[in-house]
């Protein structure tokens, strides 16, 4: 289990480490388990650090904190320690920093990244509707939260596949994150200011912010309809990283043609 750490943050000359050097995702091999694991992708080289700095990761969610140890600049690996959170978390953020060797003041930091998606509540309502031979539609075209219709007539059961079934999800969620990003980009950004608070589009947008910063923080500048698909692209991507959802597929087929 990762230790609780008290956070030290040096307001002179640290570096802030960039988006696109370091990242990580969190998963779990059980959805109904409040257990963790992470991994980290780190690329420092272009960062004056010394090769002995010492790097921990600083892990939040709620009220709880952790740090574990991930090494040194020159010899960096995964946390060894699981996560264990009191609850099932809506979201999971870190923090990379990075120490001299033997010392307590930061002289290297990223700010706090997303690295699990967490609760779908904020962005999408689960709801029943009559749809014949259909299971499921996405409806965003709402003044509220975007819906996931399910077929009423086993609505509890696939309410159930929704929320627990990472196979069952994989097929389902990654077009929903796509279409609904589509929708807001192809919409001049519509809600998506701090002005807008309590819109659904803000609450995406908030996602977005956390799930992919840097492309996100430059999507509103002049772009074209492809490069709206490649941002909705990577934001499905990157959300379905943690659940691993292609991968589970892939073992869920294996294990039903072994029956």
Same mark, same amino acid.
């Given at each position: 289990?990762?230790?609780?750490? $008290?956070?030290?943050?040096?307001?002179?000359?640290?570096?802030?480490?960039?988006?696109? /050097?370091?990242?990580?995702?969190?998963?779990?091999?059980?959805?109904?388990?409040?257990?963790?694991?992470?991994?980290?992708?780190?690329?420092?080289?272009?960062?004056?650090?010394?090769?002995?700095?010492?790097?921990?990761?600083?892990?939040?969610?709620?009220?709880?904190?952790?740090?574990?140890?991930?090494?040194?600049?020159?010899?960096? /690996?995964?946390?060894?320690?699981?996560?264990?959170?009191?609850?099932?978390?809506?979201?999971? +953020?870190? +923090?990379?920093?990075?120490?001299?060797?033997?010392? $307590?003041?930061?002289?290297?930091?990223?700010?706090? +990244?997303?690295?699990?998606?967490?609760?779908?509540?904020?962005?999408?309502?689960?709801?029943?509707?009559?749809?014949?031979?259909?299971?499921?539609?996405?409806?965003?075209?709402?003044?509220?939260?975007?819906?996931?219709?399910?077929?009423?007539?086993?609505?509890?059961?696939?309410?159930?596949?929704?929320?627990?079934?990472?196979?069952?999800?994989?097929?389902?969620?990654?077009?929903?994150?796509?279409?609904?990003?589509? /929708?807001?980009?192809?919409?001049?950004?519509?809600?998506?200011?701090?002005?807008?608070?309590?819109?659904?589009?803000?609450?995406?947008?908030?996602?977005?912010?956390?799930?992919?910063?840097?492309?996100?923080?430059?999507?509103?500048?002049?772009?074209?309809?492809?490069?709206?698909?490649?941002?909705?692209?990577?934001?499905?991507?990157?959300?379905?990283?943690?659940?691993?959802?292609?991968?589970?597929?892939?073992?869920?087929?294996?294990?039903?043609?072994?029956?």
């Amino acid at each position: 289990m990762a230790i609780r750490k $008290t956070a030290q943050y040096s307001p002179f000359n640290a570096q802030v480490i960039e988006v696109d /050097h370091f990242s990580a995702i969190a998963a779990t091999d059980d959805p109904n388990e409040l257990e963790y694991k992470i991994e980290v992708a780190l690329d420092l080289d272009s960062y004056s650090f010394p090769d002995d700095a010492e790097l921990d990761l600083e892990v939040l969610s709620g009220e709880n904190l952790f740090t574990a140890d991930i090494g040194t600049v020159s010899f960096s /690996h995964n946390p060894i320690e699981t996560f264990t959170f009191d609850a099932k978390p809506n979201s999971i +953020r870190m +923090r990379l920093r990075v120490t001299p060797k033997d010392a $307590t003041h930061l002289i290297g930091y990223s700010k706090l +990244r997303a690295c699990y998606e967490g609760d779908l509540s904020s962005l999408i309502l689960v709801r029943s509707k009559p749809l014949g031979q259909v299971t499921w539609i996405f409806e965003y075209e709402t003044a509220d939260t975007p819906i996931l219709y399910l077929n009423e007539e086993r609505f509890k059961e696939l309410q159930n596949y929704v929320y627990n079934d990472l196979s069952w999800q994989g097929q389902i969620l990654p077009q929903c994150i796509y279409s609904g990003y589509m /929708h807001i980009a192809t919409n001049n950004f519509e809600g998506t200011t701090p002005d807008d608070q309590g819109c659904w589009q803000f609450s995406w947008w908030t996602k977005a912010e956390e799930l992919c910063p840097g492309s996100t923080s430059s999507i509103k500048e002049n772009k074209t309809l492809e490069d709206y698909k490649n941002w909705a692209e990577e934001l499905a991507k990157k959300f379905s990283l943690s659940a691993k959802y292609f991968n589970k597929f892939l073992a869920e087929k294996d294990r039903v043609q072994q029956i």
